[in-house]
């Protein structure tokens, strides 16, 4: 059972550049959440996808953006990339069936973005 | 808006002994906590949570977690650590409507 798999695993980018990452959910989950961890910090969430939709945003600026395919992975892309963007992002999913707010989310092992 | 404070930075144990990791919450509705384990250049691991019920919850790796409403605590505790057990712990919150919110986590360092 393969569990949440996040590509790439590093990038390296400069500011201005646009950058996409990659998720693809555990099997038999339908939602997938995104997360920055700063360094030296507990992660961030960034927004959530279920049924191709953003759900739930956090407080992130219209420069992150996200889409959700049929198969249920998922990307992040962040335009005008700043230096404050250097993060691990870490994609998690799991399953809406319950609606409660009991699922626990499962995390990938991180995409670690730099910009220079 | 809810939050999640984890007022250690680092926690040192020796080998052997038992160990507390804390963390305590605010929020809106009925608390769903969590704990996450992460590993240098790792994602986060699910340990355990709390949802309802028994108030000591069993987890992954040995590990359990004591729900205390009045002091809205949710402390991890392993009656025996390892040095294997070191690494970086976070504890989450949310409630029926919310996402999960993280605290700054705690080092655990536990020496041989």
């Known amino acids: 059972d393969a569990g949440v798999t996040q590509s790439p695993t590093h990038l390296i980018k400069t500011r201005g550049q646009q950058v996409t990452l990659r998720c693809s959910p555990k099997s038999g989950h339908d939602t997938v959440s995104w997360y920055q961890q700063a360094l030296g910090q507990g992660p961030q969430f960034i927004f959530q996808y279920y049924e191709e939709e953003e759900r739930q945003r956090g407080n992130f600026p219209d420069r992150f953006s996200g889409h959700q395919f049929p198969n249920y992975s998922s990307e992040l892309n962040v335009n005008a990339l700043l230096l404050g963007d250097s993060a691990l992002y870490l994609c998690a999913s799991t399953t809406k069936r319950d609606f409660k707010g009991t699922d626990t989310q499962y995390f990938g092992p991180g995409t670690r973005l730099t910009v220079l | 808006a809810q939050s999640v404070a984890q007022p250690e930075d680092q926690v040192n144990v020796a080998e052997g002994n038992p160990l507390t990791v804390k963390c305590t919450y605010s929020?809106?509705?009925?608390?769903?906590l969590f704990w996450y384990v992460q590993y240098p250049n790792r994602g986060l691991q699910f340990l355990l949570k709390?949802?309802?019920?028994?108030?000591l919850v069993k987890g992954s790796y040995g590990f359990e977690a004591e729900f205390n409403k009045s002091q809205t605590s949710f402390h991890l505790k392993k009656p025996s650590a390892l040095v294997s057990d070191s690494a970086l712990y976070f504890c989450a919150v949310r409630d029926e409507y919310s996402t999960l919110t993280f605290g700054k986590g705690t080092m655990l360092l536990v020496s041989p």
């Open positions: 709390y949802i309802t019920g028994d108030n």
């Open positions: 929020v809106s509705g009925n608390p769903y």
